[in-house]
T-cell receptor
């Protein structure tokens, strides 16, 4: 079974609209972290936002917020007021076993290709 | 923020040769570094985890004799693709984890694009 599922291979959104990118995850660890990364065509991985499994509040970073629904195992990324520069691949990722030191690498979803149209 | 560099940024080599990719943490000490591979239009797949001074831990299905990883210092890890073949052509990305203990502190390098002809 996939650990990270991103069901939207591609999305077209009008500039200035809000965008929600879906991510569901699967883990039996009580302690885990969820990440969102942006990958423009240059290939670099840009960290956007992080949510810990024990965090009580949804994470926010500027225009990015993470809609964390633990019971549903969902960690959707919300981008408010989208901009042309937001066009890129977006990956949801998870790291498990944080209580054990969290030394493991990240497991990534397949990504969503977001295109912002003027 | 913390900076991770990779060298080279792209490389073309002939089939059968070996290629070494360097991953450096420029302004922090990285106790753990990770190597990922990304095929075109696909996701990143973790290949191995390297800890300074010890042997790397490889993910299932990754040949340790083909992808040699050395993490000799707290700022440098290297990935050597031995006897490269065209199917090894891919985008290789490293990430480094610092020593401050924050769970989200993992910084990615810019990646190395390998083409084997």
């Amino acid at each position: 079974a996939q650990k990270i599922t991103q069901t939207q291979p591609g999305m077209f959104v009008q500039e200035k609209e809000a965008v929600t990118l879906d991510c569901t995850y699967d883990t039996s660890d009580p302690s885990y972290g969820l990440f969102w990364y942006k990958q423009p065509s240059s290939g670099e991985m840009i960290f956007l936002i992080y949510q810990g499994s024990y965090d009580q509040q949804n994470a926010t970073e500027g225009r990015y917020s993470l809609n964390f629904q633990k019971a549903r195992k969902s960690a959707n990324l919300v981008i408010s007021a989208s901009q042309l520069g937001d066009s890129a691949m977006y990956f949801c990722a998870m790291r498990e076993d944080l209580s054990g030191g969290g030394a493991d690498g990240l497991t990534f979803g397949k990504g969503t290709h977001l295109i912002i149209q003027p | 923020g913390a900076v991770v560099s990779q060298h080279p940024s792209w490389v073309i080599c002939k089939s059968g040769t070996s290629v070494k990719i360097e991953c450096r943490s420029l302004d922090f000490q990285a106790t753990t570094m990770f190597w990922y591979r990304q095929f075109p239009k696909q996701s990143l797949m973790l290949m191995a985890t390297s800890n300074e001074g010890s042997k790397a831990t490889y993910e299932q299905g990754v040949e340790k004799d083909k992808f040699l990883i050395n993490h000799a210092s707290l700022t440098l890890s290297t990935l050597t693709v031995t006897s490269a073949h065209p199917e090894d052509s891919s985008f290789y990305i490293c990430s480094a984890r610092g020593t401050s203990g924050r769970t989200y502190e993992q910084y990615f390098g810019p990646g190395t694009r390998l083409t084997v002809t």
